[in-house]
């Protein structure tokens, strides 16, 4: 997300010079800083270990995860990112003929791995605010339903349901529909806001929580991705687990970064602020912007895709003209409000 000088060039006021043109990856929600030193120093340590091949099915990785989160390993299954461990969910839970249910928009992860699987999807749409509209999610889901998804912060409008709201919404969806809980952006969320995951999944044996290190955590690069829930549900997921399919990078990874915990939430702490300064300043200028709990911010408007574009700033468009931008990146952020001034 940190600006990045394109080939293209526009001349220097009266000087015939020509400058580079600023250029933001904005699209893909992504952490605008680089790993820690202490993570890149873990990681170079274990390239020069590549020569071997990782565990043949994860036990490691599963066991870190695990003792942070507060389950049993056997609980965690873990994946090529939130998006390869969704796509196990989907593999393990879904019967032929039956359908999954998600709010429209959403990450775009879920529709293309549907119709990857020859899933029916039924897409219910946002309420006005941009919010997920539980009611109606839960009246879409029937006697074919085996797959119901709810975002927590939601992709791609940041906005959150209440604890409250998913509660009454889990109670309400038959046990034998699995519900994933995607908590991609959970460490964006403030702490008043979160809920409590591990009293849900006991409660709800149907429930499990997805969860990536590819945001908060800025690697995204590396594709690590678990889930947690009920042993009866994951290990249903793990048998769908690629043998050999996870890194010793990831291994090496994920234990530097919950030992440097501190640093990574003074980070989050960074692109919060950023979000929340950039959020009032896009308000003030009329742009519509839901409140966000994610990493990104919703600029909803027809013409807000195309400005950013002629702009040079690559964000996630969307097809009545609105966009998603990745935060945190304070020249990025004066980029769009420039864009966005002359419309």
């Not at 908590?183 to 591990?198: G, M, N, P, Q, R």
């Not at 440097?260 to 200028?285: G, S, Y």
């Not at 996630?316 to 990025?332: F, L, N, T």
């Amino acid at each position: 997300m940190t600006g990045e000088i394109a080939e293209a060039t526009t001349p220097s006021a009266g000087s015939g010079v020509t400058r580079p043109v600023p250029h933001f990856e904005l699209g893909l929600s992504e952490n605008p800083f680089p790993p820690l030193p202490s993570v890149l120093a873990a990681l170079y340590e274990q390239m020069a270990r590549a020569n071997r091949y990782p565990e043949f099915l994860p036990q490691r990785l599963p066991r870190i995860i695990a003792d942070r989160v507060g389950v049993d390993p056997e609980q965690v299954a873990v994946g090529s990112g939130a998006t390869g461990v969704a796509m196990q969910i989907m593999q393990a839970v879904l019967r032929s003929g039956e359908t999954m249910v998600f709010a429209n928009p959403t990450f775009d992860g879920y529709p293309i791995m549907a119709d990857m699987l020859g899933v029916e999807a039924v897409a219910v749409p946002l309420d006005h605010g941009g919010r997920q509209d539980l009611c109606a999610m839960g009246e879409a889901v029937d006697d074919r339903t085996g797959l119901v998804v709810v975002c927590r912060p939601h992709n791609p409008t940041g906005t959150l349901v209440s604890a409250a709201d998913l509660e009454v919404f889990l109670s309400s969806i038959p046990p034998q529909v699995v519900v994933i809980l995607d908590e991609a952006y959970v460490e964006f969320i403030d702490a008043a806001d979160a809920v409590d995951v591990l009293g849900l999944i006991r409660r709800y044996p149907n429930m499990l929580v997805l969860r990536t290190f590819s945001k908060a955590f800025g690697l995204a690069g590396l594709r690590i991705g678990y889930v947690f829930g009920g042993r009866e549900l994951v290990a249903r997921v793990r048998r769908r687990q690629l043998p050999f399919g996870m890194s010793c990078a990831a291994v090496a990874a994920v234990t530097a970064s919950y030992a440097a915990e501190d640093e990574l939430r003074d980070r989050v702490a960074r692109i919060t602020a950023e979000r929340e300064l950039l959020w009032v300043a896009l308000r003030q200028n009329g742009v519509h912007v839901p409140r966000s709990h994610a990493n990104f911010l919703y600029l909803n408007g027809s013409r807000i895709a195309p400005a950013l574009q002629c702009a040079g700033i690559v964000a996630k468009p969307y097809a009545d003209g609105s966009a998603r931008i990745a935060v945190g990146d304070p020249a990025a952020g004066r980029a769009v409000l420039r864009a966005l001034q002359a419309i």
